[in-house]
T-cell receptor
Framework: DVKVTQSSRYLVKRTGEKVFLECVQD?????MFWYRQDPGLGLRLIYF???????EKGDIPEGYSVSREKKERFSLILESASTNQTSMYLC????????????FGPGTRLTVL | SQQGEEDPQALSIQEGENATMNCSYK?????LQWYRQNSGRGLVHLIL?????REKHSGRLRVTLDTSKKSSSLLITASRAADTASYFCATARQGAQKLVFGQGTRLTINP
């Protein structure tokens, strides 16, 4: 079974802190994604990566950056956390090609005080 | 931007009944996928239907796709309490690796 793990289930940070969210997948997938999920807004894509050191902005990249130094690991960075970044963050991985289903991690619920 | 829109936003039925959820989208697609999310958890892939397919089955799930109407439906037959979850459709455009998710249907199965 594909396994996608995220470094924390729950995280509480203060405004202005730098926050790292880590995601690791064990299926050698080319693609990795970071979403945030908010009530009434569904899943919104923040960033995705289709190869090591490659990244593309999603729909809401402002206030975030990403890093993919190794194929299995995709990190989301909040340079200076703000209260409006309180959300559920979901990482996913998947293969490229026509069967582009995604496999999700359990999510990190981040609260910024 | 969100392309898929699920209907209804919430659905509550009795155990044993069938549940039908609909999804509409706006652009041409390569495939359409359905995912389930249990409360506070990640999403789980349920089924993928390609743009040249009209219907697909997987266990108690039946998915239809009408590309002329840009719509899909997910039918869960003989529902169980464990089917209580949010269900999302997601579309993939031709040549794109990104998925665009709808806002989901929250399904509650009452025992």
């Amino acid at each position: 079974d594909v396994k996608v793990t995220q470094s924390s289930r729950y995280l509480v940070k203060r405004t202005g802190e730098k926050v790292f969210l880590e995601c690791v997948q064990d299926m050698d997938h080319e693609n990795m994604f970071w979403y945030r999920q908010d009530p009434g807004l569904g899943l919104r894509l923040i960033y995705f990566s289709y190869d090591v050191k490659m990244k593309e902005k999603g729909d809401i990249p402002e206030g975030y950056s990403v890093s993919r130094e190794k194929k299995e690991r995709f990190s989301l960075i909040l340079e200076s956390a703000s209260t409006n970044q309180t959300s559920m963050y979901l990482c996913a991985s998947g293969t490229s090609g026509s069967h582009n289903e995604q496999f999700f991690g359990p999510g990190t619920r981040l609260t910024v005080l | 931007s969100q392309q898929g829109e699920e209907d209804p936003q919430a659905l509550s039925i009795q155990e044993g009944e069938n549940a039908t959820m609909n999804c509409s989208y706006k652009t041409s697609i390569n495939n359409l996928q359905w995912y389930r999310q249990n409360s506070g958890r990640g999403l789980v892939h349920l089924i993928l239907i390609r743009s040249n397919e009209r219907e697909k089955h997987s266990g108690r799930l039946r998915v239809t796709l009408d590309t002329s109407k840009k719509s899909s439906s997910l039918l869960i037959t003989a529902s169980r309490a464990a089917d209580t979850a949010s269900y999302f459709c997601a579309t993939a455009r031709q040549g794109a690796q990104k998925l665009v998710f709808g806002q989901g249907t929250r399904l509650t199965i009452n025992p």
